[in-house]
């Protein structure tokens, strides 16, 4: 059954895309019409594709890997930082630090730096400090909270890339190219799809329209995680059964020696 259809795409606006003089001629086999010189996305294509892009999103979280999400667009950070935080998934929604993927490891010292500075302040190393270099201080910790706070559990490089519009995220798509990173995108008729493995032909600017369509694909997300969490429990019990399994026979083995002991002594005696 599809995660979406064509109704509720439409009701999204998911099908309206830039001026006809804007649009990127790659986006041609995605395009419906033209009306009052705007392109009109084929919401049927985009069911198939959201359909696509969810199936390969549910594989990659069953398998236990993290998918970034990255939207720095003001109508749409809200509606990611939400939907990426009900799935568990780092995500990126002030400005794409340079080379964050491709440069993990600076990065990650970064985040460290953070948790440091919460570590000092927690255990009274700071008491001592004036008013200026306190201030100093937490201003640094709320700059990289704003910027890095949402990665900090991100303690790998991300196995996907989810962006909501290719364009604007130029930077973080050839980074994620480079290492040979699948990326998921939302691709407007002014986009080149060709630059994303998984490309979503619709609207990246309304907020409804890409709420939609998230709420689709962390749907899809979501299954994957029960369906890992499932699969742990299942292998848990599997284990507990195979332990009591060899406790039994361990048990009925020395039954059956205690049994056999006065037999052999007899045995013995009469020899």
């Known amino acids: 059954m599809s995660r979406t259809n064509f109704d509720m795409l439409l009701q999204a606006g998911c099908h309206f895309g830039h001026l006809r003089r804007k ?22 294509k985009t069911v198939v594709k959201i359909d696509e892009a969810a199936e390969a999103l549910k594989q990659i979280a069953k398998s236990g890997k993290k998918i970034l ?25 002030e400005r794409w630090p340079g080379g964050m993927l491709t ?6 010292k970064a985040v460290k730096k953070m948790a440091n500075i919460d570590k000092l302040m927690n255990d009274g190393t700071y008491a001592n400090l004036s008013k200026r270099e306190l201030l100093q201080v937490t201003r640094q910790r709320a700059k990289l909270e704003k910027n890095l706070g ?28 480079r290492l040979g990173i699948p990326v998921f ?15 979503i032909p619709a609207n990246d600017d309304a907020k409804d329209s890409v709420e939609v369509i998230l709420n689709a694909c962390c749907g899809a997300i979501a299954e994957g995680l029960e369906e890992r969490k499932a699969e ?21 083995g020395s039954r059956k020696a205690r049994k056999d002991a006065p037999a052999a002594e007899e045995t013995a005696d009469a020899e």
């Not at 440069?103 to 990650?108: A, K, Q, V």
């Not at 790998?156 to 909501?164: D, G």
């Open 23 to 44: 649009w990127n001629p790659a986006m041609a086999p995605y395009i419906y019409t033209e009306r009052n010189g705007i392109h009109i996305i084929d919401l049927h």
């Open 69 to 93: 999400f990255v939207a720095t667009k003001k109508q749409t950070k809200d509606v990611v930082a939400e939907k990426a935080t009900s799935v568990n998934m780092p995500y990126v929604i």
């Open 103 to 108: 440069n993990f490891p600076t990065i990650r």
């Open 150 to 177: 949402s990665i900090s559990d991100l303690t790998r490089l991300p196995s996907a890339l989810f962006v909501i519009d290719v364009c604007k995220e130029a930077i973080a798509v050839k980074e994620a190219q």
């Open 185 to 199: 995108g939302i691709v407007d008729t002014n986009s080149n799809p060709n630059e994303v493995d998984f490309a």
């Open 232 to 252: 742990k429990a299942d292998e848990k019990a599997a284990e507990a059964q195979g332990e009591e399994a060899a406790e039994g026979k361990g048990k009925r």
